[in-house]
């Protein structure tokens, strides 16, 4: 059985992850498995938008597989910690927006998976959390460094310095997660979010997410100047042009990412 399962409709890339008798837990393989779907996303101009999700109805990911872990030894923990570094900084690095669809538990590694993605949709019945210091150890795949930028420093230290898990409300309250619906609304909220992201020029959706996740890592002026080249990009488009003829003829705009 694949680790992940990829599939791709309608500009959309869904990602599973395919482990739903470990609850979706990162072991070596899956993390390969994973990081080779991200790179091959990165350059299809077909995709416009990913969606990360678990298999199952338990899960959408506990994190590291520590019935592994436990008999790894300290090179290969090494090995496995710079793997999923890397991985999840692969993924926020995407071009195209990426959603978190949260169908299940999320603690350690599958909360730092969810805080790399753009946004985040949870079932209104699950926990979540970085749990790392309950077992020794610390987040490691980015999670002391993400969730302050999110939730603010004095949350971000409650967090993970007691290990709480919390509800899915409780995330939504604190701004860790977008929204939380019932089971049974989750996948229909979470299409429709992305189809109100796919009406717009897909060219100008990567360009605003390059200048906004860019220029926040630096001074106003900096950021300023990312903006301005990111604008540039979108002007010899076809679809900018595309949108003018449209809003002219008072019709919907039909964007081929060109």
Do not use: W
Request: aromatic content about 6%; hydrophobic content about 40%; some cysteine.
């Amino acid at each position: 059985m694949n680790s992940i399962i990829f599939e791709k409709s309608n500009h959309i890339a869904t990602i599973t992850l395919n482990r739903p008798e470990a609850l979706n837990a990162f072991n070596y393989d899956l993390l390969v498995e994973l990081h080779e779907v991200v790179e091959s996303i990165r350059t299809d101009e077909d995709l416009y938008l990913v969606i990360f999700t678990g298999a199952g109805d338990k899960s959408f990911s506990v994190g590291a597989d520590l019935k592994e872990r436990r008999n790894l030894p300290e090179r290969d923990v090494k090995r496995n910690l710079n793997k999923i570094g890397a991985l999840f900084t692969a993924i926020e690095k995407l071009p195209q927006p990426t959603i978190a669809m949260l169908n299940g538990y999320a603690f350690g590694g599958g909360t730092e998976l969810a805080l790399a993605c753009d946004f985040r949709f949870a079932a209104d019945d699950i926990q979540m959390g970085l749990t790392e210091t309950s077992l020794a150890i610390i987040p490691g795949a980015g999670g002391t460094q993400r969730l302050p930028r999110i939730v603010g420093e004095a949350k971000a230290l409650e967090l993970i310095l007691t290990a709480k898990r919390i509800t899915s409300q409780e995330a939504t309250q604190i701004g860790l997660l977008t929204d939380c619906f019932s089971r049974s609304q989750l996948s229909d909220k979470v299409l429709n979010f992305a189809h109100q992201i796919l009406s717009n020029g897909p060219i100008s959706i990567q360009q605003a997410k390059f200048a906004i996740k860019n220029g926040m890592n630096t001074d106003l002026e900096t950021g300023l100047q990312i903006e301005r080249k990111s604008y540039e990009i979108t002007i010899p488009t076809e679809d900018r042009l595309e949108a003018l003829d449209a809003f002219a003829k008072k019709r919907k705009p039909n964007f081929k990412g060109r």
